[in-house]
């Protein structure tokens, strides 16, 4: 097993994790709560993240604005 990127790995999932937080902030979201789920769950909250922005932006298309 060549652990010789693991360090990369978790850099990437770190990153990932303060992306979230800044997301959520902007969108009035728990930044502590999404920047976890990022970190630790990099895969499946980019997933959800995308979702969730996807209905913010019809929910804002249907308001007017």
Do not use: H
């Not at 999932?13 to 920047?35: E, K, P, V």
Request: glycine fraction near 10%.
């Amino acid at each position: 097993m060549d652990t010789s990127n693991y360090a990369d790995i978790g850099l990437v999932f770190f990153l990932f994790g303060i992306f979230c937080a800044q997301w959520a902030q902007n969108t009035r979201r728990s930044a502590l709560l999404w920047f976890f789920l990022g970190w630790f769950l990099a895969p499946f909250t980019g997933l959800v993240l995308l979702y969730k922005n996807g209905q913010d932006q019809e929910r804002a298309r249907n308001q007017g604005g």
